[in-house]
C-alpha cells in the first residue's frame, strides 16, 4: 500500500537538517511519496523508517543492473504514458548467437556487435547485450561461447538453455558480468536461483502463463532473491501488446510486486518485417531487453532512433552545448549563421551547411533546447538575446565578417538583432534547413 507524505514524515527524524538536499523533512516525505526521491538520501533515518519505508519507497518497477559495473539499466520505471513524467531506462537490445552456429558466423557476429556504433544528434548507440542460445547438448561449449562473447564484446548477456547444469556451467565461466540467466521455469527457478545469486547474474522467469509467472515470481522473492526478469509467453503480437501493458499497469497502478520487474523477449520473426513489428511493439509497449535474431544494421539503427524518441526526458530536450561551433575549417571571414541549441535542430543545420562545401561559423545560443519556432515564441530566440550572446562570447573579435544569417522562420527578429549588433548585416535564410545548400551557393558564394 502506497503511503502518503504526511505518513511518510511520521517516520523521519523531524529535523529538518536539509542533508537531503530538501528544506524540511515534509519537503523531503513528499518526493519519497512521488518516488522521486530515495530513503537512503535521509542521512539519519531510523532502522524503523528503513524497514517500513524501504519497500514503500521503490519505484514500481524494480531497477536492475547489468554489466561488470552495473552500468546497463532496466526498470526503475514509475508512469504508465512518458508525458505523466518521463520513462528512465530505455529497451535494452541485444542480438542472439547460437552455439550450434557456425564458429565463423559467431565470431563474425561478435565482432560486429562490438563495432556496431550509430551516431544520432550527438548521441554513441551501441548494441547493449548479447544473447547466446543453447541449441545443442554440450554444456562445456555453451559456456565457452558464452564466455567468447563476454571477452569479445565485454557487454552484459542473455544466457539461454533448458539446462540448469548449461545454465551452470556459463553463469560461472563469465562470473563478474552480471549477465542475465534464461529462461528459469516454475520447476527450475528455485535451483537457478541459487546459481545466479551465487554468481551475480539476473534471473529471467518464464511460464505458460500469467498466473503462473506471477505465482513463480512471488516464491523466487520469498526465498530471497529479488534480482528478476520476467519472460511472458505469448503467441500472437495482439497477445503481446495486452501482456506488456497488463503487467506493467498492473505494477504501477495496483503496485502489485509480482510482476514489478523488467521484462524479456526474444523476436522470433525471421523476415525483417516480421522482426521489425515484434521489436516494435516491444519498445512501444515497456519492453526491458529485446533480442534480435541477427544483426541487421537497417533494423537495429531504426529501432535505435525510435526507441531514442519515445525515451528522451519531453521534458527536458536534447540539447547541444551553447556555443560558436567552427563548421569545416572556417577562417575570420567565413560567414556566420545562427540557429538553437535543441540538438536536432544542430546537427540538421549543421549538416546542410557541411554538405554545401562551405567552411562557416555556427552561433547556438541557449534555448532551453527547443526548436527554432517554439523558441522564438516562447522568447527564448530574440534578436536582443542573440545578440547579447554573441557579444558575451566575443565572437567579433573572432571574425571579420559582420554579416549573419538568421532562419527564415524569425525574418521578424532581423531588425532587432542589427539594433543589438550595430555595425553588422542581419540576412534572412531560408525555412528550411534542407534549402540552406542552394541558398548558401545562390547567396554567399
Request: with cysteine; glycine share 8%; hydrophobic share 45%.
Amino acid at each position: 500500500m502506497a503511503l502518503s507524505g504526511l505518513q511518510i514524515q511520521k517516520l523521519l527524524p523531524k529535523t529538518n537538517c536539509k542533508e537531503c538536499g530538501s528544506n524540511t523533512c515534509l519537503a523531503f516525505a513528499m518526493k519519497l511519496a512521488a518516488k522521486k526521491a530515495e530513503l537512503k538520501e535521509c542521512p539519519y533515518a531510523s532502522d524503523e523508517a528503513k524497514q517500513v519505508l524501504g519497500a514503500a519507497s521503490e519505484p514500481p518497477v524494480k531497477e536492475i543492473g547489468l554489466g561488470a559495473e552495473g552500468a546497463l539499466k532496466l526498470g526503475a520505471e514509475t508512469v504508465l504514458y512518458r508525458h505523466e513524467k518521463t520513462f528512465v531506462h530505455q529497451t535494452a537490445l541485444a542480438v542472439n548467437v547460437n552455439d550450434t552456429d557456425a564458429p565463423g558466423a559467431v565470431d563474425a557476429t561478435l565482432a560486429a556487435i562490438r563495432d556496431y556504433v550509430l551516431v544520432r544528434v550527438g548521441e554513441t548507440l551501441v548494441v547493449d547485450m548479447v544473447a547466446v542460445t543453447q541449441k545443442g547438448s554440450d554444456a562445456a561449449a555453451f559456456a565457452a561461447l558464452a564466455k567468447k562473447a563476454w571477452e569479445t564484446v565485454k557487454r552484459p548477456l542473455v544466457l539461454r538453455s533448458a539446462s540448469v547444469e548449461s545454465l551452470k556451467a556459463a553463469a560461472e565461466a563469465v562470473k563478474g558480468s552480471r549477465s542475465v540467466l534464461a529462461s528459469a521455469t516454475p520447476e527450475t527457478a528455485e535451483a537457478l536461483a541459487v546459481i545466479a545469486k551465487d554468481n551475480g547474474h539476473a534471473l529471467a522467469l518464464t511460464a505458460p502463463s500469467l498466473n503462473e509467472l506471477v505465482l513463480a515470481s512471488a516464491a523466487v522473492k520469498a526465498g530471497g532473491f529479488n534480482n528478476l526478469i520476467l519472460q511472458f509467453q505469448t503467441h500472437s503480437l495482439a497477445e503481446q501488446f495486452q501482456t506488456n501493458i497488463i503487467a506493467r499497469r498492473t505494477a504501477i497502478k495496483d503496485a502489485y510486486k509480482p510482476l514489478g520487474y523488467p521484462s524479456l523477449r526474444f523476436i522470433e520473426a525471421t523476415g525483417l518485417l516480421g522482426a521489425a513489428v515484434e521489436a516494435i511493439t516491444d519498445i512501444c509497449k515497456y519492453g526491458g531487453i529485446c533480442v534480435l535474431p541477427s544483426l541487421d544494421p537497417a533494423l537495429v539503427s531504426a529501432l535505435m532512433t525510435l526507441r531514442m524518441n519515445i525515451y528522451t526526458d519531453p521534458q527536458k530536450p536534447i540539447q547541444v552545448e551553447p556555443k560558436v561551433y567552427p563548421i569545416g575549417e572556417p577562417t575570420a571571414t567565413s560567414p556566420v549563421f545562427v540557429t538553437t541549441n535543441f540538438s536536432l535542430t544542430y546537427f540538421i543545420v549543421s549538416g546542410e551547411i557541411e554538405n554545401s562545401g562551405t567552411s562557416a561559423w555556427l552561433v547556438v545560443p541557449e534555448c532551453e533546447g527547443l526548436s527554432v519556432l517554439t523558441a522564438w515564441a516562447a522568447g527564448k530566440f530574440s534578436g536582443a538575446g542573440i545578440g547579447k550572446f554573441i557579444k558575451a562570447i566575443g565572437l567579433e573579435s573572432q571574425v571579420q565578417t559582420r554579416q549573419i544569417v538568421i532562419p527564415g522562420y524569425v525574418a521578424q527578429i532581423s531588425g532587432e538583432l542589427e539594433e543589438s549588433l550595430p555595425g553588422w548585416k542581419v540576412l534572412v535564410g531560408p525555412q528550411e534547413a534542407a534549402d540552406l545548400e542552394s541558398y548558401i551557393k545562390a547567396r554567399l558564394k
